[in-house]
């Protein structure tokens, strides 16, 4: 691998590290839907604002959000919502592994 690849590949390794996450799935996937604040998703996550916090700040380092101060409050939203197309592949891989493993239990049955 040339030093080029592997900044290559490091780069695109730190976005799956963002979102290997369950909490930063879900809220990459919010995002999706619509622009959120820190104190939106401290609710719905069961989450202090400080952890919240730290959460969109992984995402947004690894370039997955972008944050808007108005007033007082900052808004974040998904830089590139098709990062989340991929969840049907994932999806998929998971609904594999399910009928692999039923198949795997009714064989040693």
């Given at each position: ?7 290559y ?38 989450a ?19 944050d ?42």
């Amino acid at each position: 691998m040339t030093p080029e690849e592997k900044l290559y590949y490091d780069a695109r390794a730190r976005v799956f590290k963002a979102l290997a996450h369950p909490t930063r799935l879900w809220i990459a996937e919010r995002l999706a839907v619509e622009e959120c604040s820190v104190y939106s998703l401290v609710e719905p996550l069961g989450a202090d604002f400080s952890t919240v916090s730290r959460h969109l700040s992984v995402l947004k380092e690894a370039g997955l959000v972008i944050d808007e101060k108005r007033g007082k409050q900052v808004f974040y939203r998904l830089r590139v919502p098709c990062i989340l197309n991929f969840m049907n592949c994932v999806e998929d891989v998971i609904k594999n592994r399910i009928r692999e493993q039923s198949g795997w239990v009714e064989k040693r049955g």
